[in-house]
């Protein structure tokens, strides 16, 4: 069963996936609802892919106001 949360406009859906030594994976969508990220190894716990896809989403933000 897939969870959804909101982090800077955009969604995170993590799902369990235990493959690739993680046990879960994570989806990234833009405020646009398409998808930009998908990560098998997401992280161990679901605390811990929802944080590697909130470090995703902050690195993003930082490299589009270099710009």
Not at 4 to 25: A, F, G, L, W
Not at 39 to 56: L, S
Request: with cysteine; charged share 35%.
């Amino acid at each position: 069963m897939a969870t959804e949360v909101s982090y800077k406009n955009y969604t995170i859906r993590i799902e369990p996936y235990d493959k690739h030594c993680s046990r879960y994976c994570f989806v990234v969508i833009d405020p646009e609802g398409r998808e930009v990220k998908h990560v098998q190894a997401g992280g161990d716990t679901e605390a811990m892919a929802q944080e590697n896809a909130e470090k995703m989403i902050d690195f993003e933000y930082a490299y589009s106001e270099e710009r």
